[in-house]
Nanobody
Framework: VQLQAYGGGLVQPGGSLRLSCAAS????????MGWYRQVLGKQRELVAT???????NYADSVKDRFTISRDNARNTVYLQMNSLKSEDTGVYYC??????????????????WGQGTLVTVSS
């Protein structure tokens, strides 16, 4: 299962960006989708996750500013980021967990990561 992330870029403080991440491959079921970010020299941290039942979880630092959503028909997860701050700068990675199907017809669990997209918040 491959993930392709889009939407990073340079934005001024207080601005907005929308990240997208599309999963492709022989996907049988997606259980959870999420976004994580990493700043140089620090560990990757959770930003937001969303389950199949639309249950969401956010890092305290982004609550009320970021919104995660998913389009099940397109196997795509989005992250709408508003009121961006300089501390939101980092590389954002999407993550998808689910079940895929091999050519033989057997199912297997997968936990895939996107390539990362850089978000820079600066004036």
């Amino acid at each position: 299962v491959q993930l392709q992330a889009y939407g990073g870029g340079l934005v001024q403080p207080g601005g907005s960006l929308r990240l997208s991440c599309a999963a492709s491959g022989r996907i049988f079921r997606i259980n959870a989708m999420g976004w994580y970010r990493q700043v140089l020299g620090k560990q990757r941290e959770l930003v937001a996750t969303i389950t199949t039942g639309e249950s969401t979880n956010y890092a305290d630092s982004v609550k009320d500013r970021f919104t995660i959503s998913r389009d099940n028909a397109r196997n795509t997860v989005y992250l709408q980021m508003n009121s961006l701050k300089s501390e939101d700068t980092g590389v954002y990675y999407c993550n998808v967990v689910g079940v895929a199907r091999r050519g033989s017809g057997r199912n297997y669990d997968f936990d895939s990561w996107g390539q990362g997209t850089l978000v820079t918040v600066s004036s």
